[in-house]
């Protein structure tokens, strides 16, 4: 499979970005794996405390050093991007639908990729990206703020548009949808599951 890759990596990439699906359908999803940098730390302890450690038997520290082995327990981000339809930035009913569209696709993904990793046993949790809080994680009340992610992340650019921060993508510009998935776990093994999904269209 291709990565068909956008952009440069990061520092914190494990596996770069590629355009993936999780069902025949034709809606695809850029994602990709990092450990969770220390920039992202206090932003990510803000949101979720420390509910990843209180979910099942798995209790272990995260490992921030570079030098973990594969199966190492690590805090692990998962962006993803979609490329939209229309510009996200105008109003008007069919910018609405067309969010309605990719908020769905996004919560399909992100449940699969959470009910995955749970079901071996490790925490993950995906954001809402309508409120900007977790979806799983039903004691945190903190937004996540996903364009800041994007940044530190993938080195997406961002600009102000009045009071908002709006996330502009190196091929899509301004028509991308944001949205991050977390988890406590194996790089080794949330690898293998990014991996696994069927490859995208070339975009």
């Known amino acids: 499979m291709e990565n068909n890759q956008p952009h ?11 355009l993936v699906r999780i069902d025949k359908s034709a809606d695809d999803l850029e994602c990709s794996l990092h450990v969770l940098p ?11 405390n420390d509910e990843y450690l209180k979910f099942g038997d ?23 991007n979609q490329r939209a339809r229309e510009d996200l930035v105008q109003i008007g009913d069919h910018i609405e639908q067309e969010k309605d569209r990719l908020l769905n696709v996004f919560m399909t993904f992100g449940k699969y990729i959470c009910e995955q990793l749970r079901a071996n046993g490790f925490w993950a949790d995906y954001i809402d990206p309508c409120s900007g809080l977790p979806m799983l994680s039903l004691n945190c ?21 009045g009071f908002c921060k709006i996330l502009t993508h190196p091929k899509w510009g301004s028509a991308v949808y944001p949205a991050t998935i977390f988890a406590h776990a194996p790089a080794e093994v949330v690898r293998g599951l990014i991996e696994s999904l069927p490859a995208g269209a070339t975009p």
């Open 8 to 18: 440069p990596t990061t520092s914190s990439t494990l596996v770069p970005s590629r």
């Open 38 to 48: 220390k920039q992202l730390m206090r932003e990510f302890s803000h949101v979720f």
């Open 58 to 80: 798995n209790v272990a520290d995260a490992v921030m050093s570079d030098t973990a082995t594969d199966s190492t327990l690590r805090l692990l981000a998962i962006p993803t």
């Open 141 to 161: 009340n903190k937004v996540y703020s996903e364009v800041d992610g994007m940044e530190c992340l993938l080195n997406y650019k961002a600009y102000n548009a």
